[in-house]
């Protein structure tokens, strides 16, 4: 093992979104039930934001401490306000993780916490674990680099693909500290108790409708003139007078101008908006739509898990490995309602009937823990090899 069998094994995991939270938190079950663990979270980002309040009273329901919270964010519509808050985040952080002193720090994604966490944990030689690197999608967004920068300054991967693991290679990480194990999103569908479609929209006080389209989409990276590509998913769905769950965008810059075009249709009976729903009513949601759209990688990465066809709108996630169940679109109009057509025709439907995921079996979460439990972090810890020695010896 790589604690002192006589201390318990101290864990921190930053979260500072809802999607990552959703992403590891069986993994968190998993680590919080662990007699032999010490296991608590770290709160800050969006999770803190006005209005997203639930994601936190969600983590607690789940059985999780909360070591800290830290609200960094100053804003979420400015192109700096995510670069403000990393520096709002770092002297706390590092003052939490010098207090709890944890044997390893969990960190997810690509947002601007992750790099952040990475290099504190590096400075105070703390082993850090990142899942989902090695994912590149070529739209310019800087979740590309923040992605990449937490890499480099992993002491261990936990990466969804092969594809994945293969990009990390390329950038110089040893193959053995790369662990492919799927992805851990997907989990909940096989964890998550079902509802049917009336259970669901009957609690969410929607009686009247039945089939409905869910849309969740974040600002892509243009943040100039990006509206017109949410605003052409709105009006086609209007068109087509679809009942539509949709979410509320991600705490990034431009999410303003996303919400703006929302309260244009905060009357239409047709829309009903949200900004954060639990885990058993997301999930049932994906089950019970006729049709995901927008540009999250909800739809490109688990909508095959359900599956129900998923429309990629845009740049963000697009060229990304997905299953036939996912059309990927531009931005025009005329483009959109063709993939929404598309997508809700009888034969696609048969089409994509019984599809696997690429992505993974739903048993991630528990690949992970037991990576955890089981590699020795005082033989991989922050020392890094030196890349061109390692291509020289190959």
Known sequence: MTYDAKKKMRIAALTGNRSDYDLLS????????????????????????????????????????????????????ALKDRAVAIGRLMEPLAGIMEGFAPDLLIGAGDREEVPAAAL???????????????????????????R????????????ALEEHRRRLLAMGEPDWRIHVIGSAALDKYREEPRKSRRELLDSLGLADWDEYALLIYHPPTEIEGENHEIRAILR?????????????????????GVIAEFEKYRDDKHFYFYKNFDRNTFVNTMRNASLQIGNSSAGVCESASVPIPAVNVGSRNGRRAAQENVLFTGGDPKDISAAIDTALSSGFAEKIAGIKNLYGD???????????????????????EDPLKRREDE
């Open 362 to 384: 739903g048993e991630s979460s528990q690949k992970a823990y037991d990576l955890i439990k089981s590699i020795d972090y005082s033989k991989i810890a922050w020392k890094k």
């Open 236 to 256: 086609a769905l209007a068109d087509r007078e679809l009942h539509v769950l949709a979410s509320y965008p991600n705490t990034d810059a431009g999410s303003g």
């Open 26 to 77: 069986y993994l968190y079950k998993r680590l919080n039930n662990d007699p032999e663990l010490d296991f608590g979270l770290i709160v800050t980002g969006g999770h803190l934001a006005p209005g997203y309040e639930n994601s936190v009273r969600e983590m607690e329901r789940d059985g999780n401490r909360i070591l800290a919270k830290i609200e960094d964010l100053t804003g979420a519509d």
């Open 120 to 146: 504190a944990a590096a400075y105070m030689k703390i082993p850090f674990m990142h899942f989902f690197g090695g994912e590149f999608v070529p739209d310019g967004h800087p979740d590309n680099l923040a």
């Open 148 to 159: 990449a920068a937490a890499s480099k300054l992993a002491t261990v991967h936990m990466a």
